[in-house]
């Protein structure tokens, strides 16, 4: 397994509610921005560091009915870092993304995430 499978699967693993690994998954400067413009969106952009981060996906799974996020193909790696398509389900709704993370060292510096209205077509 790639450096890029295993953080991919930390990444979602984390955003199913693995909020423990965060100190060994993003590095202490992590940012995340997201390419909505929502209000959820617009918070991310203040995110900074692992806690804030851990905070932030807390705050999202409590404001949704047990969203539930997988990988649907794995990443795409690169010298700075990979790219990755997934999908989140909970009751009534699934939809799809695409996020691009950079990494430093071992561990996730700054992600760029674009979510759909729908799940990609297989």
């Given at each position: 397994?790639?450096?890029?499978?295993?953080?991919?699967?930390?990444?979602?693993?984390?955003?199913n509610?693995?909020?423990g690994?965060?100190?060994?998954?993003?590095?202490?400067?992590?940012?995340?921005?997201?390419?909505?413009?929502?209000?959820?969106?617009l918070?991310?952009?203040?995110?900074?560091?692992?806690?804030?981060?851990?905070?932030?996906?807390?705050?999202?799974?409590?404001?949704?009915?047990?969203?539930?996020?997988?990988?649907?193909?794995?990443?795409?790696?690169?010298?700075?870092?990979?790219?990755?398509?997934?999908?989140?389900?909970?009751?009534?709704?699934?939809?799809?993304?695409?996020?691009?993370?950079?990494?430093?060292?071992?561990?996730?510096?700054?992600?760029?995430?674009?979510?759909?209205?729908?799940?990609?077509?297989?």
């Amino acid at each position: 397994m790639s450096r890029a499978d295993e953080l991919a699967d930390a990444w979602v693993a984390f955003w199913n509610g693995d909020l423990g690994r965060a100190g060994t998954l993003l590095t202490d400067d992590f940012r995340i921005h997201f390419g909505g413009g929502d209000e959820a969106a617009l918070a991310g952009d203040e995110v900074r560091g692992p806690a804030a981060m851990s905070a932030y996906v807390e705050d999202f799974r409590k404001q949704r009915e047990g969203p539930r996020f997988s990988l649907d193909e794995p990443p795409i790696a690169g010298d700075r870092g990979f790219v990755m398509r997934w999908s989140v389900r909970r009751p009534g709704v699934h939809r799809g993304g695409i996020d691009l993370l950079h990494v430093t060292g071992d561990r996730i510096a700054e992600v760029w995430s674009v979510t759909g209205e729908r799940a990609f077509a297989a």
